[in-house]
Each structure stands twice: as C-alpha cells, then as structure tokens.
C-alpha cells in the first residue's frame, strides 16, 4: 500500500494540462463495442478505473491496444455478452456496458454493482430506462440478466436526472428501432461528450446538455477517432488546491462553463479567476473568506464530486461554511479525518458545518474514497507541518500522475511505498 507524504504550507504555483475526463472516458469505452470497426480514444489517463474499464472489455472479446496516451479498441472479436463479476464489483461504472453489450448481443449478464464507499447507489432508473426499450430484465443469486429480441424505441422520463442511467440507456437506444425521448435526462457535460463521440460513430442523438435528449435508431455504427472533453474535476481539484494554498495557477483544457459553479465560489471567496476558451486562470493569496452555503446539485450546479476538496479549503476560510450534500448519502467520510487535522467540522446527515480555523496542523490520515482522498492532500498541501495520507488506491482511480503535477507546482510531497 502506499501513502504521501506531505510538508504542508507551500504556495502553488504554475500550468496544468488536465487529461481527458474519467467520467466520459468510461463510456467511451462501454460505447466502443458498439461498432466492430476500431475505436481511437486519446488522451486516456492512466488510472485504475480506466485500466479496470479496459479489463472488462478484453474479457468480453475485444482487442485493446495502448499507445501512449491512446487507447485502441478492436471489438470486431467481442463474443461475451457477460460483464465478469470481479471488474463489476471493482468498477461500479461497470453498469455502463449493460446498454451497449445488449444493443450489440441483444443480451447482457452483469452482476449487482452494489453500493460504495460514497452511498447504496441504485441502478433502479437504469432498469426501468432499459425496460422501456423492450428490455426483459431478471434479477436472480445476484445477478441481472437481461434480454431484448429487439430494442424498441420508447418514451422516457427519468425520475432523478442520472448521469449514468442516461448514458445506459443513450447506449440502448442508438441502433433500437424508431426514437426514443429522454426526458429529465442528466446535462452534465459528459453526456454531451458521449452524444458527439456516438454521432461521429454514424449515431443520431440530439438535445444532450439539456433536459430532453432525442435518439433516432440507426442500422449500424462505425468506428472513429476520438478526443473527449478535459477532465473539470480533476481540473477543479487543482483549483481549489491552488486557492487554498494561495498562489497562481492556470488550467488548461477546461471551458470555464464546465466548472461555473466552483468558479462562482472560488470568486466569492476571494480569488481572482480570468477565464478564455479553455484556460482557467486563478491568483489567490490564501487567505480566503468563507462563503455561507454551498449545495450539491445536478449540473450546472455545484459538483458533488468537489464536494470534499471544497469542503477541505473551507477548512481554513474565515467565517463559517454549511455544506449540504444532496447526490450521495455518504460522501463526508473525510471530515474525521479533516477533524485529526484540526479542522472544527461537524456533520449531521447531509449537512456538514465548518468553522473555519486559523491554520491545520499535520497529521496521518486515511483516504476513504476517490474524492475524499484528495480532499485530504488539499488539506495537508494548506496545513503546517507534515501530513502522511494513506490508502491512495482510492486516489489512484481518478487521478494520473497526482503527485507529480503537484510537485511542478511547487509542493513538497513524495509517494512511499510501505
Ligand atoms: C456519475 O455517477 C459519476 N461517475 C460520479 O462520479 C458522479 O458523482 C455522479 O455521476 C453525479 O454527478 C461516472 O460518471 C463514472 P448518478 P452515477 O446516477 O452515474 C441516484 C467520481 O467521483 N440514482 O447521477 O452513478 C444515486 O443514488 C464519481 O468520479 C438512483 O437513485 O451518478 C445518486 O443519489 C463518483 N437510481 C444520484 O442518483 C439510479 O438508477 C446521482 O447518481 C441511478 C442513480
């Protein structure tokens, strides 16, 4: 297992090129066996959920080449319409294939993802979404299996606007036959990302970024050549970072209209943000003032997966900050861990109350998950002394080259083997 270790109280200072976003790259990937022709994708960070996506693909049949920062897939072998259980309990985004295996095989077998560090997380809006397009769907010793002898277009209304059942059932949709209306879909900018990566397939899908998201069934998908959008949490990770730490930092690859919501924050705050095209620029001295509430929301709103690096960098804001979490059910397992740094949280359900503090000191604690992890290295990058975070596989499945990019930027951290 590794850790970090961090000596705290450094400025940040430099450029960050973000990499492709892991939450289209994903499904990117699911969409890829769409076609049997090859599939390019660049920019595809080395990162354990990615490796993992790549895992379930060469086990249902594809051939996946990595060549540098691309990835290469060649799904004209692809036979299994069994998504292996081990990967789908590694990857909960594993539930992504179920909408592209089945318009490929007209079947899929996927084993219940299950819940996670951040909440139960129910797939229920997949299922009736799949349902509508004539899907035949039987849970049974924990598995689902689904068949389809055709997929039908259908009108849908999604009872919560869910990035990933839109996506599924986007994947569903794009070769069943008629059209199929998504209504109360997700508009995050990853489903505009997939919408553009399936109509350069030869797909025919509309409205993404808005509420309502038209399919028109199509024969058949070609391959294509692909860059998806830059990753904006990883981007605002970086962001907050630099605000809290104080300093200057200038973000490449990221339309400021991806993160508005931080951005509008990090202004109150107190830091000086410039943004033109896909360039983010953020001066900050480090002595932030607190903003009185921030709540999670479906984009545009603020992201849940900024939650816990935001609340990190509220830390040590003067005044006090209410966090109210509305996504996930368990997404402030940091806060004990912000708390051994000195940090004066307190959490009721899904609300988080900050006090901010005049500085953290350094201490060792442990990442629970993905973003909380790096809430942790934001706080230990602010406070005084040295920190060590453990646990970093959480880290390691949503940012590459973590460390690395924060020691360009002038901070003092190092990865351990223990
Ligand atoms: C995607 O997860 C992201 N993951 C998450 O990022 C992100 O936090 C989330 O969207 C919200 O933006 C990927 O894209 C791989 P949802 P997803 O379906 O699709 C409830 C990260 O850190 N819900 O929009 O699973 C669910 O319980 C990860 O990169 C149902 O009730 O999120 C949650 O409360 C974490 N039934 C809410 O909707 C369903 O069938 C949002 O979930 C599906 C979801």
Redesign the pocket.
Same mark, same amino acid.
């Given at each position: 297992m590794d850790k970090f270790i961090i000596d705290g109280g450094e400025k940040l200072y430099g450029k960050v090129r973000v990499h492709s976003a892991?939450?289209t790259v *994903? !499904?990117l990937l699911a969409a890829s066996v769409l076609t049997d022709e090859q599939v390019k994708i660049h920019g595809v960070p080395a990162i354990n959920?990615v490796e993992n996506m790549l895992h379930i693909l060469s086990e249902v049949g594809c051939v996946i080449k990595r060549q540098k920062d691309c990835a290469v897939i060649d799904s004209s072998n692809a036979v299994s319409h069994e998504i292996p259980t081990r990967l789908t309990k590694e990857l +909960? %985004?594993s539930v @992504?294939m179920l909408g592209s295996v089945l318009t490929r095989f007209r079947r899929a077998k996927i084993s219940y993802p299950g819940g996670c560090d951040? #909440? *139960? +997380?129910?797939?229920?809006?997949? $299922?009736s979404g799949l349902k509508k397009l004539g899907v035949e769907i039987v849970e049974k010793d924990g598995y689902i299996h689904c068949s389809a002898e055709r997929l039908q277009g259908a009108e849908i209304l999604l009872? @919560?606007? %869910?990035?990933?059942?839109t &996506?599924n059932i986007i994947l569903a949709a794009v070769k069943a036959a008629g059209i199929t209306v998504i209504r109360n879909a997700?508009k /995050?900018p &990853?489903i505009s990302d997939l919408q553009r990566f399936l109509n350069a397939m030869g797909a025919k899908v509309r409205g993404a970024g808005g509420g309502t998201i038209v399919v028109e069934g199509v024969e058949r998908l070609h391959g294509v050549d692909y860059t998806p959008i830059g990753d904006r949490?990883e981007a605002g990770t970086y962001l907050i970072a630099a605000a809290s730490c104080g300093g200057e930092m200038e973000i490449e690859g990221v339309p400021a209209e991806n993160i508005a919501a931080l951005l509008h924050k990090l202004r109150e705050n107190g830091c000086k943000i410039h943004t033109k095209n896909d360039k983010i620029e953020l001066y900050s001295d480090g002595k932030l003032k607190s903003v009185n509430l921030v709540e999670t929301m !479906? @984009?545009p709103g603020f992201?849940?997966?900024l939650q816990a690096q935001y609340s990190a960098l509220s830390a040590t804001a003067k005044g006090a900050t209410l966090v109210v979490e509305n $996504? @996930? /059910?368990t997404r402030y397992r940091y806060a004990a861990e912000l708390k051994r740094m000195g940090a004066d949280i307190t959490v009721r359900g899904r609300a988080a109350f900050i006090r901010g503090v005049e500085k953290l000191h350094g201490a060792s604690v442990t990442a629970g998950? *993905? +973003?909380g992890g790096a809430a942790l290295v934001v706080a230990a990058l602010r406070a005084e002394g040295q920190s060590s975070v453990m646990d970093l596989s959480h880290i390691d499945r #949503?940012y590459a080259e973590f460390e690395g990019t924060l020691r360009n930027l002038g901070a003092k951290i190092k990865r351990v083997r223990i």
């Open positions: 892991k939450n *994903l !499904p959920d +909960r %985004s @992504f951040i #909440g *139960l +997380r129910p797939i229920d809006l997949h $299922l009872d @919560f606007p %869910s990035v990933g059942a &996506e997700a /995050e &990853e949490i !479906p @984009f992201p849940t997966d $996504l @996930f /059910e998950d *993905l +973003r #949503g």
